[in-house]
């Protein structure tokens, strides 16, 4: 019933899927380095995606995507694949945390001197980097080192990065849209839509798997393109009865899913 093209895709699909998951497995296994850069530029797509969903409210991209990159790499290290569930549903709520954590966290509280202000970003891009090549959490001795800084002078823009300036919740943002601003109340613990979309994917993609073609026909043309029964019926050659009872073992396989999900 599916066209070629379809078919190709789904195989493609499929392989990239089996090669995540050897990554994965073998990761978990190993923490060999290599591969969590791979599993990096795979995913890196995630953290570009969320980066620019927060851009344009006061903090430049490349902070902000620094930052989901961290989120990034926390995910990666925590994810387990013997749980089931898709990395992505598992990375984006990380990445998303980090960031806004970011923006609660932005802006000095005393005005302290630029070269601390600027070590002090040089130290978090550190982090991030030393982070992938050591595969820990780097040492004070580790980021002066890579920065030809001494310890004592990373520790000085260290502490003093502790320091933030609380802003009210009225402040607002310049928004992608011309007749509408962003409130700092609705950025911070906002419901994100974009994970529910990601989450909703992974669920479906999975759950889709495990349908032949008439079923996964079946389940686009009537929830998806909104087609009625006797319609399907007639495009299918077969009983509207028979697209009736074929729907309701669908829905049987998706609420049994849900019930996995939800224990």
């Avoid at 995913?43 to 006061?58: D, F, T, V, W």
């Avoid at 630029?114 to 595969?135: D, F, G, P, T, W």
Wanted: proline share 2%; hydrophobic share 35%; net charge negative.
């Amino acid at each position: 019933m599916t066209s070629k093209s379809q078919e190709e895709r789904e195989t493609k699909n499929l392989k990239d899927k089996m090669e995540i998951k050897e990554l994965f497995k073998a990761y978990s296994e190993t923490k060999d380095k290599d591969i969590r850069n791979k599993l990096i530029e795979k995913h890196i797509y995630i953290a570009e995606i969320l980066s620019k969903k927060y851009a344009n409210r006061g903090i430049e991209y490349d902070d902000i995507y620094q930052v989901a990159c961290i989120g990034l790499i926390y995910a990666i290290d925590r994810y387990n694949i013997e749980k089931g569930y898709e990395f992505s549903s598992f990375a984006t709520p990380t990445i998303i945390g980090e960031i806004k954590k970011y923006f609660r966290d932005k802006g000095w509280t005393i005005r302290v001197p630029r070269r601390i202000q600027e070590l002090s970003k040089k130290i978090n891009n550190a982090k991030v980097l030393l982070s992938q090549q050591l595969q820990r959490s780097p040492t004070i001795e580790d980021i002066a080192n890579y920065l030809n800084y001494t310890e004592e002078e990373i520790l000085e823009a260290m502490e003093a990065s502790k320091v933030y300036t609380p802003q009210s919740l009225d402040v607002t943002y310049d928004s992608n849209s011309e007749d509408k601003d962003v409130n700092l109340a609705d950025l911070i613990g906002e419901e994100d839509e974009y994970f529910s979309k990601i989450e909703n994917n992974d669920f479906l993609t999975r759950t889709m798997e495990k349908l032949n073609d008439v079923e996964k026909q079946i389940l686009i043309e009537r929830y998806f393109n909104k087609k009625t029964q006797v319609s399907i019926a007639k495009d299918l050659e077969i009983s509207q009865m028979t697209v009736s009872r074929i729907e309701k073992r669908v829905l049987e396989k998706l609420r049994k899913e849900v019930d996995k999900i939800m224990m």
